[in-house]
Nanobody, 127 residues
């Protein structure tokens, strides 16, 4: 059982930055492909970014490409999401997710692939 805990959310003005962290307990994260998803009120959960087990492969939603950066530190059992040039439409609850896989280079963009989820951290961007 992998326990994921997100942190780093908050209230920021448009154009600002935040850095989200996802810390894991119970199992080493190096065995998992990781993803970040977000859900705004009244909307479906959507893929934001994903990163392979080794960190060599990443994937981003078009809406965040060039503004968000996903990274991981397997030694610290932590995955990060750097959010730059934030926009009001980025306001949502952000959750990290883990998928156990034998493939080092795989990234998954659909939520149903993921086995474990964190509780989420709220990001609010004011205009």
């Amino acid at each position: 059982q992998v326990q994921l805990v997100e942190s780093g959310g908050g209230l920021v003005q448009a154009g600002g930055s935040l850095r989200l962290s996802c810390a894991a307990a119970g199992h080493t994260l190096s065995s998992y492909t990781m993803g970040w998803f977000r859900q705004a009120p009244g909307k479906e959960r959507e893929f934001v970014a994903g990163i392979s087990r080794t960190g060599d492969t990443t994937s981003y939603a078009d809406s965040v490409k060039g503004r968000f950066t996903i990274s991981r530190d397997n030694a610290k059992n932590t995955v990060y999401l750097q959010l730059d040039n934030l926009k009001p439409e980025d306001t949502a609850a952000y959750s990290c997710a883990a998928k156990s896989t034998n493939f080092f280079g795989s990234v998954y963009t659909y939520s149903y692939y993921y086995n474990y989820w964190g509780q989420g951290t709220q990001v609010t961007v004011s205009s």
